[in-house]
Each structure stands twice: as structure tokens, then as C-alpha cells.
């Protein structure tokens, strides 16, 4: 599991071809959840292959989660 250096859980997600990126094969974004809700972290990495996607996730996020019925369609799974 990631933490934040302040002791919050962090979780990944991975998109395919999301809204504001359309033309990025897939996108790593990054979210510190907190007592208010998810939080975007600045940094939004981009990946050719689902592969690569997943190497860019820190080690410690090992607990893979796929989207739900509600979730939107670019989401391809989290990781927390």
C-alpha cells in the first residue's frame, strides 16, 4: 500500500485515452486521499502500453482494483 509522507493513502489510477488526454495511449495519475476526498497530485505520467503504465506505479502500491460499473469508461484500474 502507498502512503504519503504525511501518512495518507495514495491510489493510481490508469486511464486509456482519457477526455483531457486524448491522443496518450494510457495516463498514470496520481490521488492522496484525505479526510476532504481525493486529491490530484500534479504530476500526470504518460505510457504507450498498459505495461509500461504499470511500471511507473511506485513498488508499494501492490492491490490492483478494477473500475466499477459506475466509473468512467477510460478508467483501466487503479492501484493502491
Known sequence: MSVSPDGHLRIFTIYSHPLDL??????????????????????VLIAQTLDEA????????????????????????SWL
Not at 27 to 42: H, K, N
Not at 56 to 65: F, G, H, K
Request: one cysteine or more; hydrophobic letters at 40%; proline letters at 17%.
Open 54 to 77: 504499470r511500471g511507473l506505479i511506485p513498488w508499494e502500491a501492490d492491490t490492483c482494483i478494477l473500475p466499477g460499473p459506475d466509473d468512467p469508461p477510460a478508467i483501466v484500474e
Open 22 to 43: 486524448p491522443d496518450a495511449e494510457y495516463v498514470v495519475r496520481g490521488f492522496t486521499i484525505t479526510a476532504a476526498g481525493p486529491l490530484p497530485e500534479a504530476e
